[in-house]
């Protein structure tokens, strides 16, 4: 026993001197490191103070100090930034659903500010901005090596204002430009309407009014229905929301899963990850969903997308999601300014980063482009029938309530058809719906 406790004892000493023998080094590189950052931080004020001294033209020393901090955000990412006061501000604002602007979202990618999507019903929108535009201009000035954020200073103005943009669009030989008129951007974060029997939850971004409009567009279009037995199922329209809150992210998600895991995040240090998880409760109450991406979702919509498909709870059309799947943690600074700073990667329920991936729909599905009108006249010519035909005969094998009930289904299918020239992504979606319903009316069981 003695020879035992010896034995331990002089490991316990010799794993002391071990312990010692290397934190010597350690603490010698960790002061060298500090040192060495010491000597940088002396550096910038140097360059500071000759910049104001001996610059060609004299320069505000907050201005320089705000430009030096957010040089420094965003050589990180291109989602990390400092927001000046008024920049903070304008955010707070836009969070709440209301602002001036184009009504775009925009990134930057290689030095280009590059369109993730315009925005339902706003002056982007209207002149015919899509996802994916690079803007290389504006009013003839090139933004090319600007801040995301001076770029996007130079786009706002007064509204009621004019702005010429130069967009590059993929597939177009030659950059356009396009004249746009500033307004005020009023975003309604959810509009409900109901296509035949498919209740369609059209969802623009994700801010605080984001799931309260979901919940009561949902049920005013049951209700509208007769009863969610009269729904065949839901179509979840992402396309183009460039996302917004994580909290408002998880609400949506949730209201349609009754469990599980939605996302989980986790950043440099694993003991600070969290997971977000579902409580009971299913809106659509086991109906069939189909939720729409396209490159243009991005972000929080990537998170609604990718926990109903692990899951298992929705069939995904469309088109590869954006891709960020980054987390940005906006952090009040003195003097009412603010820096967002990326906190943290997502992951979805079956572990996998949408990090520049994007979510693959489980059915690709291109929106095609218009076609000419001549193409348009000729796909919208007439066509005749047996029934049309002088003095043929009448069906006498159906009674008339069989027969307005055959006329009430071709007609749905008709307006489905019309659709389909309209939009052709919604109108799949709404086909998968009717097929689903057709094998299975009440829908998957929860």
Excluded: W
């Excluded at 035949?196 to 949902?218: A, C, H, I, M, Y």
């Amino acid at each position: 026993m003695k020879k035992f406790v010896m034995a331990a004892l002089a490991g316990t000493v010799a794993g002391v001197v071990a312990t010692t023998q290397i934190a010597g080094p350690l603490l010698a590189q960790e002061a060298e490191n500090n040192s060495s950052v010491y000597q940088q931080l002396d550096l910038f004020g140097d360059i500071f103070e000759r910049i104001r001294a001996q610059y060609v033209e004299e320069v505000e020393p907050e201005e320089l100090i705000e430009a030096a901090i957010d040089g420094m955000l965003t050589s990180l990412d291109p989602h990390s930034s400092y927001l000046s006061p008024d920049d903070a501000e304008q955010m707070r604002v836009q969070t709440r659903g209301e602002f001036g602007g184009l009504g775009i979202e925009v990134t930057q990618e290689e030095g280009f500010v590059k369109v993730v999507s315009p925005i339902d019903d706003t002056p982007a929108d209207a002149a015919g901005i899509e996802a994916g535009d690079f803007i290389t201009h504006v009013d003839g000035e090139s933004i090319l090596g600007l801040t995301l954020d001076k770029a996007v200073d130079l786009m706002r103005g007064p509204v009621g204002s004019e702005i010429i943009i130069t967009v590059v669009r993929e597939g177009e030989p030659e950059p356009f430009d396009v004249t746009i008129i500033r307004d005020t951007i009023k975003l309604t974060a959810v509009r409900a309407r109901t296509e035949g029997t498919s209740v369609v939850l059209r969802v623009t971004t994700f801010n605080d009014q984001t799931f309260p409009n979901l919940q009561e567009g949902l049920s005013e279009q049951i209700e509208e229905a007769g009863g969610i037995e009269k729904v065949n199922g839901f179509v979840l329209d992402l396309r183009n929301n460039p996302g917004g809150l994580l909290t408002q992210a998880i609400k949506v998600s949730d209201a349609f899963l009754n469990e599980g895991e939605i996302v989980s995040t986790r950043g440099r240090d694993p003991g600070e990850g969290e997971r977000f998880n579902a409580s009971p409760g299913d809106l659509a109450e086991g109906k069939p969903i189909v939720v729409l991406i396209n490159g243009g979702s991005a972000s929080a919509s990537e998170i609604v997308a990718g926990a109903l498909q692990d899951h298992r709870r929705a069939i995904v059309v469309g088109t590869k999601s954006f891709g960020k799947g980054s987390v940005q943690t906006v952090m009040p600074l003195r003097g009412d300014g603010a820096m967002r700073l990326t906190t943290s990667r997502y992951y979805t329920p079956s572990g996998r980063s949408i990090q520049a991936l994007g979510v693959s729909p489980d059915i690709i599905v291109e929106q095609p482009r218009p076609v000419p009108d001549a193409e348009e006249e000729d796909a919208n010519r007439p066509t005749r029938s047996e029934a049309d035909l002088r003095g043929s005969l009448n069906n006498d094998s159906l009674s008339e309530d069989e027969i307005r009930q055959i006329e009430e289904d071709r007609a749905r299918a008709e307006a489905t058809a019309e659709l389909r020239e309209e939009d052709y992504q919604m109108a799949y979606a709404i086909d998968i719906l009717k097929g689903l319903s057709a094998f299975n009316p009440n829908g998957p069981s929860q």
